[in-house]
């Protein structure tokens, strides 16, 4: 990484022809990318408060998690008309095709890869309900609560894990059904 934080970027056309991804391995050194990069206007947003974490406390895969988190609810609670496309954001932190090492931090349990297919399930489920929530909390690993205003007093589950069973001809086993979108009515 020190070697990163002293190197230029790379031609970007040259990095595409050969099938490499210079821009994981430039945010992961706390560098920022070359404006000659294609990246969207959300893109650009979620690397730049990326970067600021980098620089200010470190690389660390829950920063990594809770930045993509952040940046997904942002999306989501504003009245943009960017998307959520998690291959646009899968680009940005994967050094390679394998998704096991967002900005080269080992993440056996592929956490980052799993929030960023959840997400996309979740934007493309997405309801009025969901687009009037401006306030989330994550409760455990995979429940999402969220409201429409702070003073609001009751959460709404807006996405959860099945957490239920279901009898089959083998017996009882757990439902495994995973991301259930839920979206209450008021």
Same mark, same amino acid.
């Given at each position: 990484? &020190?070697?990163l =934080?002293?190197t230029?970027l790379?031609d970007?056309?040259? +990095?595409?022809?050969?099938?490499?991804? *210079?821009?994981?391995?430039?945010?992961?050194? #706390?560098? #920022?990318?070359?404006?000659?990069? *294609?990246?969207?206007?959300?893109?650009?947003?979620f690397?730049?408060r990326?970067?600021? =974490?980098?620089?200010?406390?470190g690389?660390?895969?829950?920063f990594v998690?809770?930045?993509?988190? &952040?940046?997904?609810?942002?999306?989501?609670?504003?009245?943009a008309? &960017?998307? !959520?496309?998690?291959?646009? %954001?899968?680009?940005l932190? !994967? $050094?390679?095709?394998?998704?096991?090492? $967002?900005? !080269?931090? %080992?993440?056996?349990? +592929?956490?980052?890869?799993?929030?960023l297919s959840?997400?996309?399930?979740?934007?493309?489920?997405?309801?009025?309900?969901?687009? #009037?929530?401006?306030?989330?909390?994550?409760?455990?690993?995979n429940?999402?609560?969220?409201k =429409?205003?702070?003073?609001?007093?009751?959460?709404?589950?807006?996405?959860?894990y099945?957490?239920?069973?279901i009898e089959?001809?083998?017996?009882?086993?757990p +439902?495994?059904?995973? *991301?259930?979108?839920?979206?209450?009515?008021?």
């Amino acid at each position: 990484m &020190e070697k990163l =934080r002293g190197t230029n970027l790379p031609d970007w056309k040259a +990095c595409r022809l050969a099938s490499l991804n *210079p821009i994981a391995g430039f945010l992961a050194a #706390g560098r #920022g990318y070359d404006q000659g990069i *294609p990246l969207s206007r959300a893109q650009e947003r979620f690397t730049t408060r990326l970067l600021s =974490r980098v620089r200010r406390f470190g690389l660390s895969l829950p920063f990594v998690f809770l930045s993509l988190m &952040e940046h997904f609810l942002i999306l989501l609670s504003s009245e943009a008309s &960017e998307n !959520f496309v998690a291959d646009n %954001y899968a680009e940005l932190i !994967f $050094p390679t095709e394998k998704r096991d090492r $967002p900005l !080269f931090i %080992y993440d056996p349990l +592929c956490t980052v890869d799993n929030l960023l297919s959840t997400l996309s399930t979740l934007w493309e489920t997405r309801t009025s309900e969901l687009r #009037g929530m401006s306030v989330f909390r994550l409760h455990d690993l995979n429940i999402l609560l969220g409201k =429409r205003k702070p003073s609001e007093t009751h959460w709404r589950t807006v996405l959860a894990y099945c957490g239920g069973w279901i009898e089959g001809e083998s017996g009882r086993k757990p +439902c495994g059904t995973t *991301p259930l979108v839920l979206i209450l009515q008021w």
